[in-house]
């Protein structure tokens, strides 16, 4: 696509719920990012998958998020027994190959009530 | 420890001002540094990136920043904002080459501008 697409662009959840969250890259780009994006907390890095792998996944922040990618394209992000302190805006990024600049999506915003 | 700082949490100025928004970082190795803007309600949006070469880059929308070694800074500055430029500006770093792939991110500079 033209661009990275992220969906939902809104999502409202209750506390220990799962929910999914979907990235579309630019078709080519084989490194996918995912970071988070909290009020006054600036980016954190989540997972960074090369094509379907994910050679660094250590910003997880705990065994209840995962993250997925598939064909080399899309990635799901899910969240298992969502937390109040899961509320953020979730940020997709993709780039034609790794230690290049990145694209963003623009974001799933997540809250958890 | 890696890190960005933007020392500046706020600037106002009044269009047609000048403009520097500062950014240092802590990093083991030679760093790949970044300047992105996210406009209210839309995504982060990469302005200019330094690599290698010559230590003054130029972006999009007039901005330029220039890398500097011996003070670890890479701050980003226009000569002249316009009220369009009212962003959020975040700097970020990384590394040039082996297995390290994320960006190290600093907190933001909100600007405002004065028309």
């Known amino acids: 696509g033209a661009g990275v697409s992220q969906s939902p662009s809104n999502k409202v959840t209750e506390k220990g719920k799962d929910v999914e969250l979907r990235c579309d890259p630019i078709?080519?780009?084989?490194?996918l990012y995912w970071y988070r994006q909290s009020l006054g907390q600036g980016l954190e890095f989540l997972i960074y998958?090369?094509?379907?792998?994910?050679?660094?996944k250590s910003g997880l922040p705990s065994d209840r998020f995962s993250a997925e990618r598939t064909g080399g394209s899309v990635s799901t992000l899910t969240i298992q027994r969502t937390q109040q302190e899961d509320s953020a805006v979730y940020l997709c990024?993709?780039?034609?190959?790794?230690?290049?600049?990145?694209?963003f999506g623009s974001g799933t915003r997540l809250t958890v009530v | 420890a890696q890190s960005v700082t933007q020392p500046d949490i706020h600037i106002t100025v009044s269009e047609g001002a000048s403009l520097e928004l500062r950014c240092n970082y802590s990093?083991?190795?030679?760093?790949?540094l970044f300047w992105y803007v996210q406009s209210p309600g839309q995504g982060l949006q990469l302005l200019l990136k330094?690599?290698?070469?010559d230590t003054l880059v130029q972006g999009i929308k007039g901005f330029e920043a220039e890398f500097k070694r011996s003070q670890s800074s890479f701050n980003l500055r226009k000569p002249s904002v316009h009220w369009s430029d009212a962003a959020e500006y975040f700097c970020?770093?990384?590394?040039?080459?082996?297995?390290?792939?994320?960006?190290?991110w600093g907190l933001g500079t909100s600007l405002a501008v004065n028309p």
């Open positions: 990024a993709s780039s034609l190959a790794s230690h290049e600049s990145y694209t």
């Open positions: 078709s080519g780009h084989t490194a």
């Open positions: 998958f090369q094509g379907n792998s994910a050679p660094d």
């Open positions: 990093y083991g190795a030679t760093p790949y």
């Open positions: 330094y690599f290698s070469g």
């Open positions: 970020a770093v990384g590394a040039r080459a082996g297995n390290n792939r994320k960006l190290i």
